[in-house]
């Protein structure tokens, strides 16, 4: 069965962190480009950070340059979203997708409409609360 699993949210307290697990079944993510994608109620879903998983190319929206890292497992099939100095505003549902992307492309345009497509592989998305 092919799939995706999110895992790792939680509540957390302003400044805290978190480390999200997206662990992929039934296909290897080796030749994929993966992303980690949010949906704050009444928004839309916007990409937060991608990783091209061949190379380790990565690109981070500006919202959460310099707090949360991306990083992938091959050998685990997972890639990891490392989340620090979390704020009020980061509280969403988090996704991660993969979609085999081939031909050259612009990876921080890809994270930044990924999240308006469906296709690919999705995972059914995690909580992240960040609250006092």
């Known amino acids: 069965q092919v799939q995706l699993v999110e895992s790792g949210g939680g509540l957390v307290q302003p400044g805290g962190s978190l480390r999200l697990s997206c662990a992929a079944s039934?296909?290897?993510?080796?030749?994929?480009?993966i992303g980690w994608f949010r949906q704050a109620p009444g928004k839309e879903r916007e990409g937060v950070s991608c990783?091209?998983?061949?190379?380790?190319?990565?690109y981070y929206d500006d919202s959460v340059k310099g707090r949360f890292s991306i990083s992938r497992d091959n050998a685990k099939n997972t890639v990891y979203l490392q989340m620090n100095g979390l704020k009020p505003e980061d509280t969403a549902v988090y996704y991660c997708?993969?979609?085999?992307?081939?031909?050259?492309?612009?990876?921080?345009?890809?994270?930044?409409?990924?999240?308006?497509?469906?296709?690919?592989?999705w995972g059914q998305g995690t909580q992240v609360t960040v609250s006092s």
């Open positions: 997708a993969a979609e085999h992307v081939v031909g050259s492309y612009d990876l921080g345009i890809y994270c930044s409409t990924r999240a308006r497509r469906s296709n690919g592989y």
């Open positions: 990783i091209v998983s061949s190379d380790g190319s990565t």
């Open positions: 039934g296909f290897t993510l080796n030749y994929y480009t």
